[in-house]
């Protein structure tokens, strides 16, 4: 539903103010599908056991549940003011997905912001999609879905670093950002870049749970490149724990993608490390995806993702999966995917978002689901 507002005057007893042309828009998605997974754990514990297979009716195959609103305020002379608030929620039952706060859920968990664009680029603040989730998807061929593609190979990097799965505040680098100023350039010859700077609105401290990060963007002739730096202090504390500005989050990124003729291909380079205590958290990442769109509405991904323990080369993990994606409308699509992982030591890499699976076995999963949009 889009809803136009337009207001030349509104009289009131203190006076008139004058509105310029805006727009407010409602959106949201509804993902939903049958999972099996060969085996299942309770939670992202390296000690945690096989609790064996599960078939599960899932959300989230391609991306999340989601509702929102956005709005744009013309202002003249090529400027805009925009806001957006949006959040995810589970299709199955209905609720609110984390917040950045453990064990807490929230409305508006994945963006609620506001700013201006223009000429000079965007600026928004507020809580919001980190930069670096962005170059992620956008240097592979699955798109950083929540079934096996760069992004639960991320968050397998995180599990090994010590993330419990209970907030989406991370050890390693950041999917959503809370006090998050962001700036975005504009596009030169393909050339663009992104800045981010969060406050950590911790008393006594200046670097208390800040995180700043840079990534710069080329994308012409089919070409996509991207190089991430994200760094972070007290980026991932227990709920007692006091902010001292600890630098203890480090994520680099290197990351390519080349469509022609209907194939796209893939590959990318990582390292997580905690800076603080590197012998503890240093993890290494790779990546390389094929893909092949057979017309504009079938389209096959495929990928392949490694992530090792540079201090502990017993911890490592390998997951591949490949999924097919049919688009019935502008609005409806089907997908069906398949993927292996192999967890060695305490490696927890899932296939697919929100399902654990127990350390030291491989997993096999498959996915049917249906994604539409409104």
Same mark, same amino acid.
Do not use: C
């Given at each position: 539903?889009?809803?136009?507002?337009?207001?030349?005057?509104?009289?009131?007893?203190?006076?008139?103010?004058?509105?310029?042309?805006?727009?407010?828009?409602?959106?949201?998605?509804?993902?939903?599908?049958?999972?099996?997974?060969?085996?299942?754990?309770?939670?992202?514990?390296?000690?945690?056991?096989?609790?064996?297979?599960?078939?599960?009716?899932?959300?989230?195959?391609?991306?999340?549940?989601?509702?929102?609103?956005?709005?744009?305020?013309?202002?003249?002379?090529?400027?805009?003011?925009?806001?957006?608030?949006?959040?995810?929620?589970?299709?199955?039952?209905?609720?609110?997905?984390?917040?950045?706060?453990?064990?807490?859920?929230?409305?508006?968990?994945?963006? &609620?912001? $506001?700013?201006? *664009?223009?000429? !000079?680029?965007? %600026?928004?603040?507020?809580?919001?999609? @980190? /930069?670096?989730?962005? +170059?992620?998807?956008?240097?592979?061929?699955?798109?950083?879905?929540?079934?096996?593609?760069?992004?639960?190979?991320?968050?397998?990097?995180?599990?090994?670093?010590?993330?419990?799965?209970?907030?989406?505040?991370?050890?390693?680098?950041?999917?959503?950002?809370?006090? &998050?100023? $962001?700036?975005? *350039?504009?596009? !030169?010859?393909? %050339?663009?870049?992104?800045?981010?700077? @969060? /406050?950590?609105?911790? +008393?006594?401290?200046?670097?208390?749970?800040?995180?700043?990060?840079?990534?710069?963007?080329?994308?012409?002739?089919?070409?996509?490149?991207?190089?991430?730096?994200?760094?972070?202090?007290?980026?991932?504390?227990?709920?007692?724990?006091?902010?001292?500005?600890?630098?203890?989050?480090?994520?680099?990124?290197?990351?390519?993608?080349?469509?022609?003729?209907?194939?796209?291909?893939?590959?990318?380079?990582?390292?997580?490390?905690?800076?603080?205590?590197?012998?503890?958290?240093?993890?290494?990442?790779?990546?390389?995806?094929?893909?092949?769109?057979?017309?504009?509405?079938?389209?096959?991904?495929?990928?392949?993702?490694?992530?090792?323990?540079?201090?502990?080369?017993?911890?490592?993990?390998?997951?591949?999966?490949?999924?097919?994606?049919?688009?019935?409308?502008?609005?409806?699509?089907?997908?069906?995917?398949?993927?292996?992982?192999?967890?060695?030591?305490?490696?927890?890499?899932?296939?697919?978002?929100?399902?654990?699976?127990?350390?030291?076995?491989?997993?096999?999963?498959?996915?049917?689901?249906?994604?539409?949009?409104?």
């Amino acid at each position: 539903m889009k809803l136009k507002w337009f207001m030349a005057a509104t009289v009131a007893t203190l006076g008139s103010t004058a509105y310029a042309q805006s727009s407010v828009t409602l959106y949201g998605v509804l993902d939903s599908g049958l999972l099996y997974q060969s085996t299942s754990a309770a939670s992202f514990n390296p000690a945690g056991k096989d609790l064996g297979r599960v078939y599960m009716l899932k959300d989230g195959g391609i991306y999340s549940s989601l509702w929102g609103m956005k709005g744009t305020e013309d202002i003249g002379g090529g400027y805009l003011v925009n806001f957006r608030l949006q959040g995810a929620f589970s299709s199955t039952n209905g609720t609110l997905r984390l917040s950045d706060t453990p064990g807490m859920v929230a409305l508006f968990n994945q963006v &609620a912001s $506001v700013g201006m *664009s223009g000429p !000079f680029g965007s %600026i928004n603040v507020g809580r919001q999609f @980190a /930069p670096m989730a962005y +170059a992620l998807a956008e240097t592979d061929v699955r798109g950083g879905q929540y079934f096996g593609s760069i992004l639960t190979s991320w968050l397998g990097m995180n599990q090994s670093a010590g993330w419990v799965g209970t907030s989406t505040n991370g050890p390693i680098g950041a999917l959503y950002d809370s006090n &998050a100023i $962001v700036y975005n *350039s504009p596009t !030169f010859a393909g %050339i663009s870049a992104s800045l981010e700077y @969060a /406050p950590g609105n911790v +008393a006594g401290s200046f670097q208390g749970g800040t995180r700043e990060s840079a990534i710069l963007k080329y994308s012409n002739y089919g070409l996509t490149l991207a190089a991430i730096y994200y760094n972070g202090h007290d980026t991932n504390p227990a709920p007692t724990t006091v902010a001292t500005g600890l630098n203890n989050n480090r994520f680099v990124y290197f990351g390519a993608e080349y469509a022609t003729h209907g194939f796209t291909m893939s590959a990318s380079y990582a390292n997580g490390r905690n800076p603080a205590h590197s012998n503890t958290v240093d993890l290494d990442m790779y990546s390389a995806g094929l893909g092949y769109r057979f017309s504009p509405s079938l389209r096959l991904t495929s990928g392949v993702y490694y992530l090792k323990d540079m201090n502990n080369s017993a911890n490592k993990s390998l997951e591949y999966a490949a999924g097919l994606e049919y688009s019935l409308s502008k609005a409806t699509l089907l997908y069906a995917q398949a993927g292996h992982v192999k967890n060695e030591g305490t490696a927890t890499t899932t296939l697919t978002y929100g399902a654990p699976v127990a350390p030291r076995t491989g997993t096999t999963a498959v996915n049917l689901g249906i994604r539409h949009t409104f």
